[in-house]
C-alpha cells in the first residue's frame, strides 16, 4: 500500500526532531556525568542532579518518538495514536512558551551594569517565541492531518486498492472508512499522558526536600513529602483510569478540575502573592540562582517573570480546565455507559 506523502513528511520531521533530542540528552548526560570540573553550576549537588534527571527524561522521550517516526513509515495503527498525543502536547506547551516570550519580550528584565550584550534582550525573547511559534503549529498541524479519513483509514488498514488509485476515489472510500479514534478520546489520552509523565518529578521534590506551596500556605519537610505523594497517588491513578476507562475515574478526574480551579483562585485572596513570592526566594536561594558583576553579586529578582507566567498561565490554564471538562462530559459513556 502506498504511504500517503503527508504520513512520511510528518514522520520525517518527527525523525529529524528526534534525532536532535536524542543528540542533546546524550550531550546533557555527557556533561552532568563527566563536566563537573567545567561547570561551577555543578557544586550545588541539587542543581546537578536536576540536570541529570532533565537529560535522562529528554533522552527517553526523543527515544520514544524515534520508535514513533519508524513505525509512522511502517504505517502502525498505534503510531497514529501516538503522534496525535505528541502533537497535542507540543501545540499546548510551545503555544503557552511562545506566548510568554512574547510577553517578556516587551518588557525584557533589566540587565545589570557591566553585562551589556550587543544583542538586545528583546530580540532574543522574540526570536525564541517565533521558534516555539513554530513548533506549537507542527503539533496543530499533527492534530489536524492524522485525523483526516483517509489517513485514519490507511492505517486502519482498509481501502488499500483506493490508496493505489486516484485520489477522489481515495477520498470517496475514505468516507465510509470506520470513524476511528474519536477527537474528545485524544484530549483524554493526551490528559492522561500528561498525568502519567507528571510523576516523573517525585524523585526531584524528594531529593532536594523542597517546600511546597498551596492555598497560601507552605509545606516544608515531612508534611511536603506527604502531600507530594498524595498527589502523585491520585495522578497515577488518573493516568491509568483515565486510559483504562474506568467508572470511578471519571468521577476522580471530575474532582481534580474542581481541584485545579480552587487553586487557580486562591491566587485572588488577600496576602496569598505576597507568601508566594517569599517561597519563591527561598526556593531560589536553594537553587543559588544569583549571578556576578565585577562589583556584587545580585540575585535574579523573578517577579516580573512570576507576575508574566500567572496572566499567562492563568489564560492557558483556564482553557485546558474547559477542554480537559468538555472532553470528560464528551467521553462520559466510556465510563458511565450509554445513558
Not at 507540543?90 to 516570550?101: N, Q
Not at 496572566?311 to 490554564?317: E, L, M, S, Y
Amino acid at each position: 500500500m502506498r504511504r500517503p506523502a503527508g504520513v512520511v513528511v510528518a514522520a520525517v520531521v518527527l525523525g529529524l526532531m528526534a534525532l536532535m533530542g536524542i543528540f542533546g540528552g546524550l550531550v546533557s548526560m555527557g556533561v552532568c556525568l563527566f563536566g563537573q570540573a567545567a561547570l561551577a553550576i555543578h557544586s550545588i549537588a541539587s542543581v546537578r542532579a536536576m540536570m541529570e534527571i532533565f537529560a535522562g527524561m529528554m533522552l527517553c522521550f526523543s527515544l520514544f518518538c524515534g520508535w514513533t517516526a519508524v513505525d509512522l513509515f511502517r504505517m502502525r495503527r498505534w503510531a497514529r495514536h501516538s503522534i496525535l498525543v505528541l502533537g497535542g502536547l507540543e501545540f499546548l506547551f510551545c503555544a503557552l512558551l511562545c506566548g510568554v516570550m512574547i510577553l517578556v519580550g516587551f518588557k525584557p528584565p533589566p540587565v545589570p551594569e557591566g553585562a551589556a550584550s550587543p544583542v538586545s534582550l528583546q530580540a532574543v525573547f522574540i526570536g525564541m517565541a517565533a521558534f516555539y511559534g513554530v513548533l506549537s503549529l507542527i503539533g496543530a498541524w499533527w492534530l489536524v492531518y492524522f485525523n483526516l479519513a483517509p489517513v485514519r483509514t490507511a492505517f486502519a488498514g482498509t481501502g488499500q486498492a483506493a490508496m493505489e488509485t486516484e485520489p477522489a476515489a481515495s477520498l470517496g472510500v475514505a468516507a465510509q472508512a470506520p470513524a476511528g479514534t474519536p477527537a474528545w478520546r485524544i484530549v483524554i489520552i493526551v490528559w492522561a499522558c500528561l498525568m502519567l509523565v507528571s510523576v516523573l518529578y517525585l524523585p526531584v521534590v524528594l531529593f532536594m526536600h523542597l517546600p511546597l506551596f498551596l492555598f497560601g500556605v507552605v509545606f516544608r519537610g515531612t508534611a511536603a513529602a506527604a502531600l507530594m505523594l498524595a498527589v502523585v497517588a491520585v495522578q497515577l491513578y488518573l493516568g491509568a483510569g483515565l486510559l483504562r476507562k474506568w467508572k470511578a475515574a471519571w468521577y476522580v478526574a471530575l474532582a481534580w478540575q474542581v481541584y485545579t480551579v480552587a487553586v487557580f483562585l486562591s491566587f485572588l485572596l488577600p496576602g496569598v502573592w505576597a507568601r508566594l513570592m517569599a517561597y519563591e526566594q527561598e526556593v531560589q536561594g536553594r537553587w543559588g540562582l544569583a549571578f556576578t558583576t565585577s562589583n556584587t553579586t545580585v540575585a535574579i529578582d523573578q517577579r516580573p517573570f512570576m507576575l508574566m507566567g500567572a496572566v499567562v498561565g492563568g489564560i492557558f490554564g483556564a482553557a485546558i480546565v474547559a477542554l480537559f471538562t468538555v472532553a470528560l462530559f464528551k467521553r462520559r459513556e466510556d465510563y458511565l455507559g450509554a445513558s
